[in-house]
Structures are given as structure tokens and as C-alpha cells.
């Protein structure tokens, strides 16, 4: 059975640092295109980040140069380290997998962990 | 960037009504369009992929169809647990939902 579990969602000040894991079983991470998509409280669903089976990693704008998106094979998990926090960046996060080497778009997902920037 | 657009944000509709949501993409998008289903305080539920696949354990009172730059998704008789927000999604895109409440 495919499973996505989170972690590591909390408070941070603003400028602060997180590293959310999504444990997965019943398939393997490194097999498969892997995002993290996140949700703002009462908003609708935003893209945050992929990695590609070769590796190949892809941001959006809004995360581009602050959030990095990586896997450890060997623990079948997938990352996001997230510096320099916002407030914007409060939300849900979820990861999701895309099927097979090149599916574009997310049969299962993760039951999310939540964010919050703030003082 | 593609956009995705959604239509209508809100319905309110009755059990056993047909409801069709639609997603105009901002650029052709051949068939690559997928919908979900979410409910409060859970994560999004793949329904719909390819334009008009429906995911494997969904019920076949939901289709979709289209192709190019418009796409529906119909729900041939709303159930109560039907009641959900629905969002389409083209690769890093998603539409910015429609919430399905009950009239």
C-alpha cells in the first residue's frame, strides 16, 4: 500500500529555517516525481517544488533560491529544507507523487504538516 | 506560465443535481489536466487524470472531458459526500477552486 507520511512542521520566527520529511512506503521515492505542494490557511492549492527520477529539481518563484527540495534513497524520504521564512509561507504542506517517470499529476498524497511563520 | 481558471468559485447545488465545473487553461494544454476533490482538513483527492481517466476506487457518477483549452468535470448526481472543494491541475498549475455546497 503507497504512503506518505510528513513531519517536521512547527512555529518559526520570520528569517528562520525547517526541514519537512515525507517518509513514504510501498513504492520507491527515487522512481518517481515527488513535489511538495502547499495549501495557505482558507486558500487553494500552490505548487512549491518537484524532483525529477534523474534528479533534475524545479522551484517556484515565490521559493526559488530560499526552499530546496532533495531525497534520500536509502531511507526511501523525501525533504524540503526551508530558510529565510515569511509570514506568506505559512501553510499546510503536503507531498504528493506523480506516477511513474512521467506523470504530471499527484495520485497520492501525504495528510500534510503544518507551517506557521510568526513572531 | 499557464493559468488555469475556474468556474464557477462557488455552487450550491442539491443532492441528486448535475453540476459541471469548468477549467479554461490560458494556453492549449492537449489533455494534460487532472481534477481533485478536497474536503476540510484533508489533503486533495486525485479523481479525474488525463483529461477524462478516471482514478481507480472512483465512483462513475464523475467525468471529465475536453481537451486543448477548456475541460469540465461533471457529476452526474451529487451525493451528500460530494461536498467538497474541487481544483484541476496542469503540471505545477492548479486552478483556483470551486467549493460545492449543498443549497
Known amino acids: 500500500e503507497v504512503q506518505l507520511v510528513e513531519s517536521g512542521g512547527g512555529l518559526v520566527q520570520p528569517g528562520g529555517s525547517l526541514r519537512l520529511s515525507c517518509a513514504a512506503s510501498?513504492?520507491?521515492?527515487?522512481?518517481?516525481?515527488m513535489s511538495w505542494v502547499r495549501q495557505a490557511p482558507g486558500k487553494g492549492l500552490e505548487w512549491v517544488s518537484v524532483?525529477?527520477?534523474?534528479?533534475?529539481?524545479y522551484y517556484a518563484d515565490s521559493v526559488k533560491g530560499r526552499f530546496t527540495i532533495s531525497r534520500d534513497n536509502s531511507k526511501n524520504t523525501l525533504y524540503l529544507q526551508m530558510n529565510s521564512l515569511r509570514a506568506e509561507d505559512t501553510a499546510v504542506y503536503y507531498c504528493?507523487?506523480?506516477?511513474?517517470?512521467?506523470?504530471?499529476?499527484?495520485?497520492?498524497w501525504g495528510q500534510g504538516t503544518l507551517v506557521t511563520v510568526s513572531s | 506560465d499557464i493559468q488555469l481558471t475556474q468556474s464557477p468559485s462557488f455552487l450550491s447545488a442539491s443532492v441528486g443535481d448535475r453540476v459541471t465545473i469548468t477549467c479554461r487553461a490560458s494556453?492549449?494544454?492537449?489533455?494534460?489536466l487532472a481534477w481533485y476533490q478536497q474536503k476540510p482538513g484533508k489533503a486533495p483527492k486525485l479523481l479525474i487524470y488525463?483529461?477524462?481517466t478516471l482514478q481507480s476506487g472512483v465512483p462513475s457518477r464523475f467525468s471529465g472531458s475536453g481537451s486543448g483549452t477548456e475541460f469540465t468535470l461533471t457529476i452526474s448526481s451529487l451525493q451528500p459526500e460530494d461536498f467538497a472543494t474541487y481544483y484541476c491541475?496542469?503540471?505545477?498549475?492548479f486552478g483556483g477552486g470551486t467549493k460545492v455546497e449543498i443549497k
Open positions: 504528493a507523487r506523480s506516477p511513474g517517470p512521467t506523470g504530471t499529476w499527484f495520485d497520492y
Open positions: 510501498g513504492f520507491t521515492v527515487s522512481s518517481n516525481y
Open positions: 524532483i525529477y527520477s534523474g534528479g533534475s529539481t
Open positions: 494556453q492549449g494544454i492537449s489533455s494534460y
Open positions: 488525463a483529461a477524462s
Open positions: 491541475q496542469q503540471l505545477k498549475t
